[in-house]
Antibody, heavy 124, light 110 residues
Framework: EVQLLESGGGLVQPGGSLTLSCAVS????????MSWIRQAPGKGLEWVSA????????YYADSGKGRFTISRDNSKNTLYLHMNSLRVEDTAVYYC?????????????????WGQGTLVTVSS | QSALTQPPSASGSLGQSVTISCTGT?????????VSWYQQHPDKAPKLMVY???QRPSGVPDRFSGSKSGNMAFLTVSGLQAEDEADYYC??????????FGGGTKLTVL
């Protein structure tokens, strides 16, 4: 059974940092690109970042460029999102999600499995 | 990248059909056959319902179907059931490994 479990969310002050983790099981992690998607309270979904199966390619939405870093440890079956310079508008539930294979277009096919999300609250 | 445009709400009676639209541009929906649709119940993670415009993942009922015309994509839910009441989001590949979502449509089953 495919499972994704996020952790690391919490309350952080504006300008602070936080690292989210996503532990996966039930599939060969290194064979799949992964993404982070967030959802602000009462709002819609927003794609945040993606990483290839090997970890060699990373992509970011404009909202996180220069502040967020996506990474993965395939030996630990774990995906990460390190977030710096956090803003109030980064407050959201952050989901990790698996991307079905689409060659170089790693986010093209959407996301077939999602975690339950972890809440990040940026507030003073 | 701008978000895709969806109507905030849609409704239909039990057993009837409803179609939700998703409007993009020539840079996303109009250029790629990579539209996906997600269902989200309150306080739950999204669930993939349609990918590659019209493909259904295993386990998704064939009551859910997707299509595309120009810069617009559509999700049709036929034979509405009470459990179909949820928020629905479209997404489209926008090139250079960018992805855009729609703002979401709340589907009410009357």
């Amino acid at each position: 059974e495919v499972q994704l479990l996020e952790s690391g969310g919490g309350l952080v002050q504006p300008g602070g940092s936080l690292t989210l983790s996503c532990a996966v099981s039930g599939f060969t992690f290194s064979n799949y690109a992964m993404s982070w998607i967030r959802q602000a309270p009462g709002k819609g979904l927003e794609w945040v970042s993606a990483i290839s199966g090997s970890g060699g390619s990373t992509y970011y939405a404009d909202s996180g460029k220069g502040r967020f870093t996506i990474s993965r440890d395939n030996s630990k079956n774990t995906l990460y999102l390190h977030m710096n310079s956090l803003r109030v508008e980064d407050t959201a539930v952050y989901y990790c999600a698996r991307a079905p294979p689409r060659g170089a277009r790693i986010v093209a096919a959407g996301f077939d499995y999602w975690g339950q999300g972890t809440l990040v609250t940026v507030s003073s | 990248q701008s978000a895709l445009t969806q109507p905030p709400s849609a409704s239909g009676s039990l057993g009837q059909s409803v179609t939700i639209s998703c409007t993009g541009t020539s840079s996303d929906i109009g250029s790629f056959n990579y539209v996906s649709w997600y269902q989200q119940h309150p306080d739950k993670a999204p669930k993939l319902m349609v990918y590659d415009v019209s493909q259904r993942p295993s386990g998704v009922p064939d009551r859910f179907s997707g299509s595309k015309s120009g810069n617009m994509a559509f999700l049709t839910v036929s034979g509405l059931q009470a459990e179909d009441e949820a928020d629905y989001y479209c997404s489209s590949y926008a090139g250079s490994n960018n992805l855009v979502f729609g703002g979401g449509t709340k589907l009410t089953v009357l």
